[in-house]
């Protein structure tokens, strides 16, 4: 069953995306395609996991809680998220060590142009989203 943002079920458009892809994006609260991202990747408490079905659908969606070490569990945000097999993560920013870590597993990193996901999925599907080539200055590591 394909739904869109709204949980709408309804005929697919194509829109020139080949096969399914799986896209990641920090969020503050779980409120599906109306959820906030989280100004930053690694400090958001939760995932938002979207699965795109070739024809441009939401086919599966769910959320998972950071669970890494910024929240009192263990590993990095990046390496728990590369877990999932994403295809792009979109996000405002991300410090330059998570940043190379994606660029080395080859998974596309996107800068966000609005805070809903459901804007941000959007424009993912036009391809309007920009790449993020720069972590952010003010990220903090730990030794």
Known sequence: MRRDLNGDQGESKNVGIEGPNRVVIPIIEDRGGDSQLSEHFGRAPFFAIFELDEGGQVAIQRIVPNDSEHFGGVGSPP?????????????????????????????????????????????????????????????????
Request: aromatic fraction near 4%.
């Open 79 to 143: 390496d728990r998220i590369l877990k999932l097999n994403p295809s792009a993560v979109i996000t405002y920013g991300m410090g330059p060590r998570a940043l190379s870590r994606f660029q080395d597993a080859k998974v596309a990193v996107l800068r966000a142009n609005s805070s809903l996901v459901r804007d941000i999925l959007s424009a993912y599907m036009r391809d309007d989203l920009e790449e993020l080539t720069e972590g952010c200055r003010h990220a903090r590591h730990r030794s």
